[in-house]
């Protein structure tokens, strides 16, 4: 079992930036940043295999940035020219061997 504990959400005003961070308990293979907003379903923001490889929702493209450490199990969200549309919970997200885990969320609110 592996569990994830995300950090770094809060409030911040349009334009601004939020660092999202997410530790893995254990080794994981693909990690990722899924987001829930109020009414909606989780949407997939950004993915990075283990090799670096990512894949971003076109809404955030150009203004976040995924990477990941290896060495320490984690992920990261660089968010930037944030917009009140980007509003919402984001759950962290690893998968192992046909197994997927998420972390318990943490609330980004962005004001106009």
């Known amino acids: 079992q592996v569990q994830l504990v995300e950090s770094g959400g809060g409030l911040v005003q349009a334009g601004g930036s939020l660092r999202l961070s997410c530790a893995a308990s254990g080794s994981i293979d693909d990690m990722g940043w899924y987001r829930q907003a109020a009414g909606s379903k989780r949407e997939l923001v950004a993915r990075?295999?283990?090799?670096?490889?990512?894949n971003y929702a076109d809404s955030v493209k150009g203004r976040f940035t995924i990477s990941r450490d290896n060495a320490k199990n984690t992920v990261y969200l660089q968010m930037d020219s944030l917009k009140p549309e980007d509003t919402a919970v984001y759950y962290c997200?690893?998968?192992?061997?046909?197994?997927?885990?998420w972390g318990q969320g943490t609330q980004v609110t962005v004001s106009s």
């Open positions: 997200m690893g998968s192992k061997i046909l197994t997927t885990y």
């Open positions: 990075i295999t283990r090799g670096g490889s990512t």
